[in-house]
């Protein structure tokens, strides 16, 4: 190997195709800076958010940003606007921009400021359960109903994980018994009506100082350790 230059540390490229990742992100503990959650994943590491240091999290073709501190919401702020105009400077169309305050939903959850959390919209939460209640109510299913509730059931339990323990058998009954009319198995029943019963449930708390916060949503993980207050997305934690 190091002769032919191959290997882990050889001068020679293999076959296998190596991933790029960017690096736009900027750490510092005198000034401001951004770092990128997407760049910062794929790398193993995290971002500690204060006063000083920000986030932007990119999801497909829309950004947010996390800033921290008693001007958090206003660093948010300031560092979405900025975004915007520099992308419209060079062509792009903004069409488009969110205050810190007025952020409902990111990437398909409610952030909540008190208690600080991570919730299903009140609405789609409302439905949810309501759907699964409608479908136990009945003496027979239809299994593509129940496979298209399921997976946005899903989508809300990865807020809390522990959720996902509690569908087993539903998932061969539905493999089984693919897009028909059938009789429930007693037992899938029973783990819709349990599906329905913690939707309430999904949610999923952020932490007081000196905690560690384990966020992770589709392909990002962001861990949040907050010093003087946090402000994620712009919504400050009342328990810093």
Aim: charged share 20%; hydrophobic share 45%; net charge neutral.
């Amino acid at each position: 190997m190091l002769e032919t230059g191959e290997g882990p540390g050889g001068h020679v490229r293999s076959s296998t195709t190596l991933t790029r990742v960017s690096a736009w992100s900027r750490y510092s503990e005198v000034s401001e800076a951004v770092a990128f959650l997407n760049e910062e994943v794929v790398k193993g590491k995290r971002v500690i958010i204060d006063n000083k240091q920000a986030s932007i999290y990119m999801h497909v073709d829309d950004g947010v940003v996390c800033a921290g501190g008693s001007g958090g919401k206003e660093q948010a702020n300031e560092i979405m606007h900025f975004c915007a105009d520099s992308l419209g400077s060079v062509g792009f169309t903004v069409d488009s921009r969110t205050q810190a305050e007025l952020m409902e939903k990111v990437v398909g959850y409610a952030p909540v400021t008190t208690p600080a959390r991570f919730t299903l919209p009140e609405r789609k939460a409302v439905a949810l359960q309501e759907s699964l209640m409608f479908l136990t109510a009945r003496s027979r299913v239809h299994t593509g109903e129940l496979h298209s509730i399921l997976g946005l059931w899903i989508w809300g339990a990865l807020l809390r994980r522990g959720l996902l323990s509690i569908p087993y058998t539903i998932f061969t009954f539905i493999t089984k018994l693919p897009n028909v009319w059938t009789e429930w198995w007693p037992v899938v029943k029973q783990e819709v009506i349990a599906m329905a019963r913690v939707v309430p449930l999904m949610y999923c708390d952020l932490p007081p100082p000196c905690a560690a916060c384990f966020l992770q949503q589709m392909l990002w993980v962001a861990t949040v350790l907050t010093q003087e207050g946090m402000v994620l997305w712009g919504l400050t934690c009342p328990m810093c």
